[in-house]
């Protein structure tokens, strides 16, 4: 029995001992293999029978794992050297442009420049990229292949920042044809100078210009070109701005010359904005014109509201002082003056004007009262009647109420003083039948000094030549009228001029 068992046992060992001897093997196997940089192949599907009649996995196909020619290749990139443009050595390479302009978004008067965003477009045939292909279509790539070829180095003139958008990745598009024709597009936001007149402002027009030129290439080299003419630009009717009307856009191209290098290819987007008026209307023109209305309110106050006047007169100044400050700050600090400073001066030399008006009424008025005084004083320690040294006198009898105040005005700087006795009319005798005047409380006398010329004509000239300062009533009546028709006649002029 034992001895039956034995063989058994032995042979069921040796089957273990390979089988573990196997396995041994395999480990081994695949250790070499990765250690080598092999992937290890696992089988599975179907068997298929060996010639010695072991079972091996047979693998499908994979559709999406086939081999297939890559772009590189296709486009035979490896094969030349894109460092030199095409057709190096021999005629100039035309190199079409056109632009779509997308937002105008905003324009600096203080840094004089212009922020706009557009899609540059290059059109240019380059046979080293041309493939074969039976249905004739094209292939677009994004911007990894762009740094493997030859692209136009076009750069923007007076330009102060720009940049290529990158969300999500790089806006950069290009369109190879099988013929070797090129289409490069890119979205770029570009911020430039413009060189702005502001002599009319805020009156004003502006033309700006956005200029497209070729760094390194001369004109023998690299000749750009708007490739539909005036249709190689188009913008966006809904492009608007806040206070500009865009009126125009157009290009043109012309030859830049630079000493040390040469003739270069340049194309120009220009573009006319008219500045909306309604805006600095409100807030400026408005706004000075009822400062310079509220001065001329002083002209109905009373010469003795001393309080009332200067009050208005210095407010006045104050604000438009404010005004102009103001402006300035949002202007660029230019050496010429501008259209809205003209307006705001002179409206401040009239504001000024009404403040120095009253001055001078009040200045009269003190110096009309002080020599009244000095009149009454004179007249007091005399005792004597003023006659103003005129050897005939006459006497002027009104019923008191119906003298007018032009008359009591014209009296003025004459003092009242009693009737002396060889004043009074001498009274005749009783016996004679005269009737006696009777005498009534509401007779007022004056005494009134008249000239012994004939006609009063030293007179007429004494009063007309100080009549303005002596009744100084008169300074603000004048003034009610030059005033305002003066500041109207100035609107006349300014608003025909720059209109």
């Given at each position: 029995?034992?001895?039956?068992?034995?063989?058994?046992?032995?042979?069921?060992?040796?089957?273990?001992?390979?089988?573990?001897?196997?396995?041994?093997?395999?480990?081994?196997?695949?250790?070499?293999?990765?250690?080598?940089?092999?992937?290890?192949?696992?089988?599975?599907?179907?068997?298929?029978?060996?010639?010695?009649?072991?079972?091996?996995?047979?693998?499908?196909?994979?559709?999406?794992?086939?081999?297939?020619?890559?772009?590189?290749?296709?486009?035979?990139?490896?094969?030349?050297?894109?460092?030199?443009?095409?057709?190096?050595?021999?005629?100039?390479?035309?190199?079409?442009?056109?632009?779509?302009?997308?937002?105008?978004?905003?324009?600096?008067?203080?840094?004089?420049?212009?922020?706009?965003?557009?899609?540059?477009?290059?059109?240019?045939?380059?046979?080293?990229?041309?493939?074969?292909?039976?249905?004739?279509?094209?292939?677009?790539?994004?911007?990894?292949?762009?740094?493997?070829?030859?692209?136009?180095?076009?750069?923007f003139v007076h330009s102060k920042r720009s940049f290529i958008h990158d969300t999500t990745t790089d806006n950069i598009m290009l369109r190879v044809f099988p013929d070797g024709q090129v289409l490069y597009s890119l979205r770029v936001t570009v911020t430039a100078a413009c060189n702005m007149d502001f002599s009319r402002f805020p009156l004003d027009s502006q033309t700006?210009?956005?200029?497209?030129?070729?760094?390194?290439?001369?004109?023998?080299?690299?000749?750009?070109?708007?490739?539909?003419?005036?249709?190689?630009?188009?913008?966006?009717?809904?492009?608007?701005?806040?206070?500009?009307?865009?009126?125009?856009?157009?290009?043109?191209?012309?030859?830049?010359?630079?000493?040390?290098?040469?003739?270069?290819?340049?194309?120009?987007?220009?573009?006319?904005?008219?500045?909306?008026?309604?805006?600095?209307?409100?807030?400026?023109?408005?706004?000075?014109?009822?400062?310079?209305?509220?001065?001329?309110?002083?002209?109905?106050?009373?010469?003795?509201?001393?309080?009332?006047?200067?009050?208005?007169?210095?407010?006045?100044?104050?604000?438009?002082?404010?005004?102009?400050?103001?402006?300035?700050?949002?202007?660029?600090?230019?050496?010429?003056?501008?259209?809205?400073?003209?307006?705001?001066?002179?409206?401040?030399?009239?504001?000024?004007?009404?403040?120095?008006?009253?001055?001078?009424?009040?200045?009269?008025?003190?110096?009309?009262?002080?020599?009244?005084?000095?009149?009454?004083?004179?007249?007091?320690?005399?005792?004597?009647?003023?006659?103003?040294?005129?050897?005939?006198?006459?006497?002027?009898?009104?019923?008191?109420?119906?003298?007018?105040?032009?008359?009591?005005?014209?009296?003025?700087?004459?003092?009242?003083?009693?009737?002396?006795p060889e004043d009074e009319p001498e009274p005749e005798p009783e016996p004679e039948e005269k009737p006696k005047v009777p005498e009534k409380s509401e007779h007022m006398v004056v005494h009134l000094s008249m000239s012994t010329e004939p006609?009063?004509?030293?007179?007429?000239?004494?009063?007309?030549?100080?009549?303005?300062?002596?009744?100084?009533?008169?300074?603000?009546?004048?003034?009610?009228?030059?005033?305002?028709?003066?500041?109207?006649?100035?609107?006349?002029?300014?608003?025909?001029?720059?209109?």
């Amino acid at each position: 029995m034992d001895a039956v068992r034995m063989p058994y046992l032995n042979r069921t060992l040796l089957l273990l001992l390979a089988l573990l001897l196997f396995l041994l093997l395999g480990q081994i196997r695949t250790a070499e293999a990765r250690k080598h940089g092999q992937r290890v192949r696992r089988w599975t599907g179907p068997e298929e029978t060996h010639k010695h009649g072991v079972a091996l996995p047979k693998k499908p196909p994979d559709v999406t794992k086939s081999r297939k020619t890559k772009t590189e290749q296709l486009l035979k990139v490896d094969d030349h050297d894109f460092t030199m443009r095409p057709a190096f050595g021999g005629p100039a390479l035309a190199v079409g442009v056109d632009v779509q302009v997308e937002s105008l978004d905003s324009i600096s008067e203080v840094d004089m420049d212009f922020t706009m965003t557009l899609y540059l477009r290059h059109y240019w045939k380059d046979e080293r990229l041309s493939f074969s292909s039976s249905t004739n279509k094209s292939m677009t790539f994004d911007g990894r292949l762009v740094k493997k070829i030859w692209v136009p180095d076009v750069f923007f003139v007076h330009s102060k920042r720009s940049f290529i958008h990158d969300t999500t990745t790089d806006n950069i598009m290009l369109r190879v044809f099988p013929d070797g024709q090129v289409l490069y597009s890119l979205r770029v936001t570009v911020t430039a100078a413009c060189n702005m007149d502001f002599s009319r402002f805020p009156l004003d027009s502006q033309t700006c210009s956005l200029e497209l030129e070729s760094y390194a290439y001369t004109d023998e080299d690299l000749m750009l070109y708007w490739k539909n003419g005036d249709e190689s630009l188009s913008t966006d009717d809904r492009i608007s701005l806040s206070q500009f009307l865009i009126q125009k856009f157009h290009t043109t191209s012309r030859l830049a010359f630079y000493s040390s290098t040469g003739w270069y290819n340049r194309l120009y987007i220009n573009f006319t904005l008219r500045r909306h008026i309604f805006f600095f209307l409100l807030q400026t023109y408005f706004p000075a014109t009822l400062m310079v209305m509220l001065s001329w309110v002083s002209f109905w106050i009373d010469r003795r509201a001393v309080p009332a006047r200067v009050s208005l007169g210095i407010t006045t100044v104050l604000t438009m002082s404010t005004i102009i400050t103001g402006v300035n700050a949002s202007m660029p600090r230019v050496s010429y003056i501008k259209a809205v400073d003209i307006y705001l001066w002179v409206s401040f030399v009239f504001v000024f004007l009404s403040v120095l008006e009253y001055a001078a009424v009040n200045y009269l008025s003190t110096v009309q009262d002080r020599r009244e005084r000095k009149r009454r004083e004179r007249a007091r320690s005399q005792s004597l009647p003023c006659t103003c040294s005129i050897s005939q006198t006459r006497t002027m009898t009104m019923l008191d109420g119906t003298y007018s105040e032009a008359d009591t005005n014209s009296l003025a700087g004459y003092t009242e003083e009693p009737m002396g006795p060889e004043d009074e009319p001498e009274p005749e005798p009783e016996p004679e039948e005269k009737p006696k005047v009777p005498e009534k409380s509401e007779h007022m006398v004056v005494h009134l000094s008249m000239s012994t010329e004939p006609a009063g004509i030293k007179k007429r000239k004494s009063l007309r030549a100080l009549n303005i300062i002596q009744n100084t009533h008169a300074i603000d009546k004048y003034s009610r009228m030059i005033f305002p028709g003066s500041y109207i006649f100035f609107n006349l002029i300014y608003w025909s001029v720059y209109c």
